[in-house]
T-cell receptor, first 117, second 114 residues
Framework: NAGVTQTPKFQVLKTGQSMTLQCAQD?????MYWYRQDPGMGLRLIYY???????DKGEVPNGYNVSRLNKREFSLRLESAAPSQTSVYFC????????????????FGPGTRLTVL | KNQVEQSPQSLIILEGKNCTLQ??????????LRWYKQDTGRGPVSLTI?????NTKSNGRYTATLDADTKQSSLHITASQLSDSASYIC?????????????FGSGTRLSIRP
């Protein structure tokens, strides 16, 4: 049981390049999330998927797209990377969205450290 | 505006000492409050989860308290160990239906010195 896995762990891009960050969970969770973490700031939600087949924008969606490929996998794509997207990206999952505290506990992946030059 | 503020931003204590981290929130409607530990280069890991009706919860040497009236929470670490060096993040959920209503504090970076 690996929990939440992310690839790659590190990536350096040039401005304008594109890439996809991969995330997978093996806990049979319904909901998945993408966050970015910048120094001195709390995690900010980019996109989330409450259930397979649905995606919604979070607080900072501009410049990103997502795909909920199946129940296990949720990918984040940068179509044209910008230096402002230099950050650490975390994927998370929960059993479901809504309901009590226990089912909303978020499990996080190890993160992808992205640098855009 | 929903906000979660943590203090101090950083803290250095000697191994074996106790410490208390603070979290103030203005989140409505309040659903639950969690404390996470984030080791350097890793993702956050949940320590405690408290709902409105709970005012204290322990996880080993970690004890979280919640005062829903004053909208304050604290995380107390007893007999600190070097492995406690990490960032501690307070997270408050508003309502029950939207993933976008999970608000993260910016964290307290705790360093334990031998």
């Amino acid at each position: 049981n690996a929990g939440v896995t992310q690839t790659p762990k590190f990536q350096v891009l040039k401005t304008g390049q594109s890439m996809t960050l991969q995330c997978a969970q093996d806990m049979n969770h319904n909901s998945m999330y993408w966050y970015r973490q910048d120094p001195g700031m709390g995690l900010r939600l980019i996109y989330y998927s409450a259930s397979e087949g649905t995606t919604d924008k979070g607080e900072v969606p501009n410049g990103y797209n997502v795909s909920r490929l199946n129940k296990r996998e949720f990918s984040l794509r940068l179509e044209s990377a910008a230096p402002s997207q230099t950050s650490v990206y975390f994927c998370a999952s929960t059993r479901q969205t809504g309901g009590g505290a226990e089912v909303n506990e978020q499990f996080f992946g190890p993160g992808t450290r992205l640098t855009v030059l | 505006k929903n906000q979660v503020e943590q203090s101090p931003q950083s803290l250095i204590i000697l191994e074996g000492k106790n410490c208390t981290l603070q979290c103030n929130y203005t989140v409505s409607p309040f659903s639950n409050l969690r404390w996470y530990k984030q080791d350097t280069g890793r993702g956050p890991v949940s320590l405690t989860i408290m709902t409105f009706s709970e005012n204290t919860k322990s996880n080993g040497r970690y004890t979280a308290t919640l005062d829903a009236d004053t909208k304050q929470s604290s995380l107390h670490i007893t007999a600190s160990q070097l492995s406690d060096s990490a960032s501690y993040i307070c997270v408050v959920s508003a309502g029950y239906s939207s993933a976008s209503k999970i608000i993260f504090g910016s964290g307290t970076r705790l360093s334990i010195r031998p």
